[in-house]
């Protein structure tokens, strides 16, 4: 017998920028009334190039929240307004969450 669990529909919103944006875009989210948020260190390769970590250059944080569509909406909006012309890009897409009770208040 398969078990249902109940999960959360939520939204993942990731945001991706030099490692210097970092804590401004934490400070950002926090503003907006995000509760919580999971910061990693990114390498990769897009239109800037390459980036990586090395000695001189710290290359790229993401920084990944699960939020409410309004509150979704609130943060790309932000990004956009207070990041225009540099180098962060930020997405967001439906996601389901455990437990379900976790993420209750966002909705």
Do not use: W
């Not at 609130?74 to 180098?87: E, P, S, V, W």
């Amino acid at each position: 017998m398969t078990e249902i669990i109940q999960t959360a529909n939520v939204k993942l919103v990731s945001i991706i920028g030099s490692s210097h944006c970092g804590d401004r875009i934490a400070s950002d989210l926090r503003a907006l009334g995000v509760s919580g948020y999971t910061k990693t260190k990114a390498e990769g390769m897009g239109v800037h190039g390459s980036r990586a970590f090395g000695i001189v250059d710290g290359a790229n944080v993401r920084i990944d929240t699960l939020v409410g569509t309004e509150l979704a909406t609130a943060i790309l909006q932000t990004i956009a307004r207070n990041f225009a012309g540099q180098a962060v890009v930020a997405f967001a897409v439906d996601a389901e969450a455990v437990p379900a009770s976790h993420f209750a208040r966002q909705a």
